[in-house]
Nanobody, 115 residues
Framework: QVQLVESGGGLVQPGGSLRLSCAASGIFVSIYAMGWYRQAPGKQRELVAHISSGSNRNYADSVKGRFTISRDNAKNTVYLQMNSLKPEDTAVYYC?????????WGQGTQVTVSS
């Protein structure tokens, strides 16, 4: 059974930083493509960052240079380091694992950027 558990969200001021974590069980994050998505109120869920099994990284244009996706194979955890946060980054952030043709999702963690 695949489980993804996100943590690390919260309230932060503009310009601040947060690090999100996605702890996986039932799969090894080292061998599957993993991604972070977000969904703001009234908007569709969008891809924020993606890391392939070969460690190629891709980012949404809106977060390039500010966000970094990484993984710790020993902890079986994927991270999203978010710097220089903006109010428009406010959303629920979800972790995703693509296991062959099946996508698994975590429950999400709220990130609110506000002064």
């Amino acid at each position: 059974q695949v489980q993804l558990v996100e943590s690390g969200g919260g309230l932060v001021q503009p310009g601040g930083s947060l690090r999100l974590s996605c702890a996986a069980s039932g799969i090894f994050v080292s061998i599957y493509a993993m991604g972070w998505y977000r969904q703001a109120p009234g908007k569709q869920r969008e891809l924020v960052a993606h890391i392939s099994s070969g460690s190629n990284r891709n980012y949404a244009d809106s977060v390039k240079g500010r966000f970094t996706i990484s993984r710790d194979n020993a902890k079986n955890t994927v991270y999203l380091q978010m710097n220089s946060l903006k109010p428009e980054d406010t959303a629920v952030y979800y972790c995703n694992a693509q296991v062959t043709s099946t996508g698994y999702w975590g429950q999400g963690t709220q990130v609110t950027v506000s002064s």
